[in-house]
């Protein structure tokens, strides 16, 4: 749902330069849509490389929309590790051989010499952008209720983030329909992390009422520590409801680089029955992690922290 972009420093000049191509791709992204700057190279080399480029350029007119443009996409980044970027080489050749190691979504540059299936160029967004697959992405979508479909669905969001929380009123970790779509989002979390900077946090946000037990803590301890993978730490937090305060109620996945609605939960189900994702724009998803992350809108009744104990395939 979110997908990470290579984009040429010159190719933001560009943008800026141009009024309706200025008013296009600011809308097109960062928080609240389904596109995202991958940090490539790391973002002070690219910063240096998006000054000299944008040297020359008419402060009165352009430069305002430059800095503009620039100051959107870099708000928010997904970042990578282990970058080996060879400054005798252009920033493109650099990026296609980044590609090799780990995929883009697509790498946007101001032209496409090698004719690299991944590469969009200026020209190909001016005219096919809104056909092109690799520009082209959703930001609603469904799939069976079945914990690998989930998983699939949502694997962008995983692979990309930095940070995760699943917000769930009803998770259970006595509930195997709940463990076995945590079981597979984790292998996502896990398949790509070696080439991405270390996951900084995976809560898990759940209504107090959600287990009727007598040991939470124990409970967990028990039934989850085999689905997180070795050296990845899940924490539990169970809410209760403020007097007047806000209802826990919607199903959402909130990261460091956006969040989702999900429908009807965090739970696989029978066949036949859908799972539906939609991506919040800036403004809910803000509103979601002030309430659940930043300010919390509930009383925290209990938190638990499990190890990980899994060993994925990678």
């Given amino acids: 749902m979110i997908h990470e972009y290579a984009i040429d420093p010159e190719l ?15 809308e097109q992204f960062g928080l609240g849509t389904p596109r995202m700057m991958g940090e490539f190279p790391n973002f002070n080399n690219w910063r240096k490389q998006f000054k000299r480029a944008a040297i020359g350029a008419d402060e009165t007119n352009e430069l305002p929309r430059i800095t503009a443009i620039f100051n959107l996409i870099q708000d928010q980044r997904i970042r990578r590790d282990g970058i080996d970027y060879d400054g005798t080489l252009t920033w493109l050749e650099n990026a296609e051989n980044e590609n090799k190691r780990y995929g883009f979504q697509a790498i946007l540059s101001m032209d496409n010499p090698r004719d690299h299936a991944q590469v969009l160029s200026s020209t190909v967004l001016g005219d096919l952008m809104h056909k092109h697959p690799l520009w082209h992405v959703k930001s609603q979508s469904s799939c069976n209720r079945q914990a690998k479909q989930m998983a699939d669905l949502l694997s962008p969001l995983f692979t990309n983030c930095s940070e995760l929380h699943f917000v769930d009123p009803h ?71 403020r007097n007047g305060g806000e209802k826990l109620h919607n199903r959402y996945i909130l990261t460091d680089i956006g969040g989702v609605k999900i429908d009807p939960g965090l739970d696989d189900g029978k066949d036949g029955e859908s799972f539906e994702v939609i991506l919040l724009e800036r403004k809910p998803y803000e509103k979601q992690l002030d309430n659940y992350v930043r300010s919390p809108a509930f009383d925290l009744a209990e938190q638990v922290t499990v190890i990980g104990a899994a060993r994925m395939n990678r």
């Fill in 12 to 26: 933001v000049i560009a943008w800026g330069k141009d009024r309706a191509d200025y008013r296009y791709f600011c």
């Fill in 171 to 241: 998770f259970g970790p006595q509930n195997i329909r709940h463990r076995r779509p945590l079981a597979k989002f984790m292998e996502k979390v896990a398949h790509f992390r070696p080439r991405r900077l270390p996951m900084e946090r995976i809560v898990i946000h759940v209504a107090v009422e959600s287990f009727k037990g007598p040991d939470f803590r124990k409970e967990c301890e028990k039934k989850l520590p085999d689905l997180i993978p070795i050296g990845l730490k899940l924490e539990l937090k169970r809410w209760k409801q």
